[in-house]
């Protein structure tokens, strides 16, 4: 299969902390506009056993969280 789109690494958010971080590509960050501080809403969605669809809403800094 193809790739697509951009291509980031996850890292451990923090040493103590099993959650992982990633970086926002910069094409995904001026298409929303985002800047420092605002959210990102994550919903996943089962499509398949070994396939799901991921669903991110940018919610700007002072808007609901």
Known sequence: ???MGDKTTLHAATSKSK???TTV???VARQFKLEEGD???WELKAKKKDEFE????PV???GER
Request: glycine letters at 6%.
């Open 1 to 3: 299969m193809a790739e």
């Open 19 to 21: 959650s992982l971080r």
């Open 25 to 27: 590509p910069i094409t």
């Open 39 to 41: 959210a990102l809403r």
């Open 54 to 57: 991921i669903i991110v809403t």
């Open 60 to 62: 700007k800094k002072g």
